[in-house]
């Protein structure tokens, strides 16, 4: 016989009416969850959903060169100040340790992001409102924001990158 | 060549005794170890004091992950496997030879890992996310060290054979080993999805490879990572089973149930690992909600099916033998001077109300991207693996010292009060930083100040207070571990040994008595208490998605 | 498992087989986890040429 052996006749027993309570609602709050994040892409407006696309640092860098000559209004602390016309796509490169360029959008108008690293992995964290995205090299990912609220944001790194991973900050100014 | 215990009538193999002290000192080193490094990360992480310079705070984290989360928690669940699969089914372990030489592996891949991290030679986290890379060394450390922990699991099936052959059981396995199976299971898979990561980014180190994909990379890194935490999960839920047994003497009020749900986990809980890769360009929206939802939630229904059948069990006992008034006199009237059972209790709440709630949180898609790699996300997980598993195990500690090494424990006014104020430490602790989390707060992050950088940021003056809360709760929890770990060593190798049951510090509880009849609910305490957590997640969830309106728009 | 004489349940058979429950663990993972994730991985679509065209002028 085992040590603690277990009853006899488990098998059979009938399940006990408050076990079967919490099983049918543990269920139902599953299923509601599952149901929630399909919703939320029906009608919430915050979906990590998005396009990826392969790419390599070349292109990538070159595709971030013409959009900051294309835009380019001023700079600051030597980064790029880029203001693009709304609804358009953005580049924003991450490399060790900088967010390029510095951007100038208009609330409520749409931008199509494209994020990439040309180096390590870096995490996209966007303050204060704190919205956090990852960034690969090789990879563009497409995510289109909608400001809905002017000031100024700055982008942190959260995704560990070296040893000068916590000075890695970037700038976005929101406008009226 | 058998002892038998002259407490629990449990019959001893001799041969497996030293291998699961040998598994069980490693394991306490290793917590020391990365304890260590925990005090040392609260002080660099609290600014005030902001104690390391910017490379040893990233080696020190990479050196607390690594000791903590994978040496402690491996080691001490190798020393389970084999008393589960041994000692609990009256039968010998089969090849002991082959055990010590599973040991030996772990043992130089514990050492060549904190060499190399030791001495800068891995400076890339427990993730080593590429293109991030460490000297081959590293790499070749953590794969000794599986392929010493894969044997330990092959070693474990072995036994059950053996034991099943030899017929020294009847019928099923008991629930505790049957929970260690599911474990096994899940380690293997784990160990198998490693080798397929941790192989070709050795030869990338050594330069044989040119370069590896960093979206393959992290997909795969996570299939090891997480599922490596679900055998924690699984192992600790196990040890509740056992603890309620020991300390009350309390079944799985419906152990198909409990079983059902331990299957649950070997099917469902792998493809969890998704939810690591939410926020993360790549794989789609439907890879992302099947996986993490789909197939995850049978996983989560399996764990709250656990949450009400270990409570139960307790209450169902205990009514039994007398603590019927009221719903919870019960609960009031438990041995908490067990400091067994008032680990496995406290761990059990900690995980479900902390670690479980925000544990959904971050794994839906869109209430992702709020926690992604901010201190919320270390701080979901201090509440399942260190207030659940760590406590858990350190719970079962009080009972493989008497037991095992035949032990009485020392201090032991000290080791009554020790689970409060580790679990008291780590709830402040990990509260707080899911808190600093929601501010924005990043996780593996030297300064929050931006000293040096073209821009910077200031958060919210109000994260100052909680990170004097942080830093209390860090202080605590290290102390609680300190405590447990001296006791343990004075204990084990200048306590005094235990002669008989008299010395039993401890109660084995004989089975609760018969039902005399059946009347009304058998739990409605834990019934209660469950609703409750029920409402308490709901809430939480409803807030996190409420937050996310006053977010940016993003699609 | 039941003992002698009794019926076994069909699904005790399911549950008690240690290599079962690791083939089922082991398929369903690989399947919808690493499979499936390595697929969309491989097969990316690369920046669309007039994508390209509109910001690089050319
Ligand atoms: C005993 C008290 C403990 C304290 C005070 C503590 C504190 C901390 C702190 C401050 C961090 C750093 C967060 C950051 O800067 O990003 C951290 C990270 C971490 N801790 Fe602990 N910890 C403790 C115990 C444990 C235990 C027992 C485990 C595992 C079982 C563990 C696993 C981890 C892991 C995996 C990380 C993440 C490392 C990384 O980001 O690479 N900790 N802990
Ligand atoms: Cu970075």
Known sequence: MSAIPPKEGWYYTKIAKEEKIWIGLALVVCLGLFATMILWHVYGKQNPSFTTYKTNVHEFNALYDAFVEKYKVGEEHGFAVVKPDPNTDVFMRAQIWRWEPVLILKKGESYRFHLASTDFLHGFSLQPINMNFMVYPNHDYVLTFTPTEAGEYKVICNEFCGVGHHLMVGKIVVEE | MFRTCDITGFKVDRKVEPLIKANAVVAVVSLLLGVTGALLLVLTRWQVV???????????????????????????????????????????????????????????????????????????????????????????????FAVGALIACFLFLANLKKAKQEKTYEGSLPLFTYGLLAACIIAILTIATGAIIYIPTLLWSLGYIKSLNPAMYKLVFWGFGHSSQ?????????????????????????????????????????????????????????????????????????????????????????????????????????????????????????????????????????????IHNTLSLPGHFKGTVVIGTTLTFMGAAYYIVPLVFRKKIAFFKLAQLQPWIFAGGVALLSSSMYILGAFGIPRRHYDITFTGSAFTHTFNPATDLFWVLFAIGGILAVTGALIWIIIIVVSVFFGKSLTGPQDMQLAVASPAPEAKEHKGLEAPGTLVLSILFMVVFLTFIALNYGWLTAMWEVK | MAKEGEKTPFWLYVIEDPMLLLFMGVTIYAVFYLLWGVMELSNLPPIPEDLKKSILGR
Not at chain 2, 111 to 137: C, I, M, Q, W
């Open chain 2, 50 to 144: 902001h104690l390391l310079l910017p490379d040893w705070y990233y080696r020190m984290l990479t050196f607390h992950g690594l000791n903590a989360l994978v040496f402690w928690i491996v080691f001490f669940e190798i020393a389970g496997l084999y008393f589960g699969s041994t000692i609990i089914l009256n039968c010998k372990m089969s090849t002991p030879g082959v055990g010590w030489f599973a040991f030996i592996l772990t043992i130089l891949g514990f050492g060549l890992v904190n060499y190399a991290v030791l001495a800068g030679k891995a400076d890339v986290l427990f993730t080593s996310y590429v293109p991030l890379r460490a000297e081959p060394v590293y790499y070749l450390g953590i794969i000794l």
């Open chain 2, 230 to 370: 679900q055998i924690n999960v699984t192992a600790m839920i196990s040890i509740w089973y056992l603890g309620a047994f020991l300390t009350v003497g309390g079944t799985s009020i419906n152990e198909k149930v409990s079983r059902i749900a331990f299957m649950l986990y070997i099917i469902g809980i792998n493809v969890a690992s998704a939810h690591h890769i939410l926020s993360d360009p790549g794989v789609g929206t439907e890879f992302k909600i099947f996986n993490t939802s789909y197939i995850m939630y049978i996983a989560v229904l399996a764990s709250l099916i656990h949450a009400f059948a270990v409570p139960s069990a307790i209450e169902s006992a205990q009514r039994r033998r007398g603590f019927t008034k009221g719903l919870f006199d019960w609960l009031i009237n438990a041995p908490w001077g067990n400091p067994a059972f008032s680990a496995v209790l406290l761990g059990m709440l900690g995980f479900g109300f902390i670690g479980g709630v925000t544990g959904v949180i971050n794994g839906m898609e869109q209430t992702n991207t709020i």
